[in-house]
């Protein structure tokens, strides 16, 4: 089957995390046996648009491991006026699909991630070519009230009109369908894949020297590294010998250095910097744990990566985790509690040798592989195609 993929925002190259997980999907339907290839309008602030080079003002292709894929680097300009960055995207979404029809045909399904904005104009070229739709949504923007009333409003439209809508956890279907009743929103859970690179490798989580943590994200207020320096200076003061690994940048990291510092934890919290997707694997190789202490999550892919790679997780009910993390996994805690995490994190650390990391990476991945997620796939892409072949047939 011919699987156009339709991302609201996606990796500019290997290095890229933003979007890294709709990459690895791509990539996973198509090992699976399906023709797919990617359109990518990606929207730039004006910064990042001066940084690009004038190649990068024009329709980008790349053969990326055999899907074709082809991005448009277009100026954010109108983020305060209602519709503008959403022409701007329909505009480069129409001018790559033209090229990438013209080049590979017409698809039989289109599958967009996220609704604002690839669902909204997704569902617009799939009702103008016959093709059915699907919508995966990602975006923690619907739980922290980000999104505008005409965004919402195009979103409900959307999807209601779609073939079929998919929410990468429960919850996060569970909160749009309250938000959008109206709708009627029939929602399949499908979670993110966790790409191969991520399999398990060794046989023992244990680190020489004590416990290892690390914490993998964007250094945001909503990741709730705050409360996790707090929860790790309660452990530094206990009897257990451990050191913590934040991983990622982003506005709240020199805040954060500097809590570290306050705190004297200065030689036993390592700042890493943003880390590579295919770097991401060897460093859980080094470490014990894994954890989350964000405030919202849709999913927490990083977390179902540290499980296939055999890591036991402590995450936050912040939304997705709790789709993630089983029994024997590692532990929950309550959102925003410093105590809670710290106990948390001190259970798994001092139980460490009971969590079995080869089950622990057997479990993800009989649940996150891309085998597993593309076999799910591929059942909803042939109802749908089933049943617009019938509509054609009218």
């Not at 790409?195 to 004590?210: H, L, P, Q």
């Not at 105590?339 to 139980?351: E, P, Q, S, T």
Request: hydrophobic share 40%; with cysteine; charged share 20%.
């Amino acid at each position: 089957m011919h699987i156009l993929i339709v991302p609201s925002w996606y990796p500019e190259d290997s290095s890229d995390v933003s979007g890294v997980f709709f990459r690895d999907q791509a990539l996973a339907l198509f090992k699976y046996g399906h023709k797919v290839g990617v359109i990518a309008p990606i929207l730039k602030s004006l910064r990042g648009v001066l940084k690009s080079n004038n190649q990068k003002r024009s329709p980008l292709f790349e053969n990326d491991e055999g899907i074709p894929t082809y991005r448009l680097h277009k100026y954010a300009a109108l983020p305060r006026v209602p519709f503008g960055n959403y022409w701007i995207f329909r505009y480069a979404a129409k001018r790559l699909l033209k090229q990438y029809v013209t080049e590979n045909g017409v698809p039989d399904v289109i599958h967009a991630h996220s609704v604002i904005y690839a669902g909204i104009v997704a569902e617009e070229m799939g009702r103008q070519m016959g093709v059915p739709v699907v919508i995966t949504e990602h975006s923690s923007n619907f739980a922290r009230k980000l999104f505008s009333p005409w965004q919402l409003k195009m979103a409900e439209r959307s999807y209601a009109k779609a073939g079929a809508c998919i929410a990468v956890s429960p919850e996060l279907g569970r909160l749009i369908s309250a938000q959008m009743p109206l709708a009627k929103i029939s929602w399949n859970w499908i979670p993110n894949v966790v790409a191969d690179r991520f399999n398990k490798k060794t046989t023992s989580t244990c680190i020489r020297g004590g416990i290892r943590f690390l914490n993998l994200s964007l250094m945001t207020k909503n990741k709730g590294l705050g409360d996790l320096l707090c929860a790790f200076k309660k452990i530094a003061d206990s009897d257990v010998s451990a050191e913590l690994w934040l991983g990622g940048d982003g506005p709240s990291r020199s805040q954060l250095e500097k809590q570290a510092e306050d705190l004297g934890l200065k030689d036993r919290v390592t700042f890493l910097g943003m880390v590579s997707p295919d770097k991401v694997p060897d460093l859980f190789e080094q470490v014990n744990i894994m954890v989350i202490s964000s405030h919202y999550e849709t999913f927490g892919v990083v977390a179902a990566e540290a499980l296939m790679a055999g890591v036991p997780v402590v995450a936050t009910r912040c939304g997705g985790p709790e789709c993630i993390i089983q029994k024997d996994d590692g532990i929950l805690v309550s959102v925003s509690d410093p105590v809670d995490l710290c106990r948390g994190m001190l259970a798994v650390a001092k139980n460490i040798e009971d969590f079995s990391s080869n089950d622990i990476s057997q479990r993800a991945y009989s649940r996150f592989s891309g085998e597993v997620i593309a076999q799910e796939l591929t059942n909803i892409y042939d109802d749908l195609f089933r049943a617009n072949s019938k509509l054609d047939m009218k």
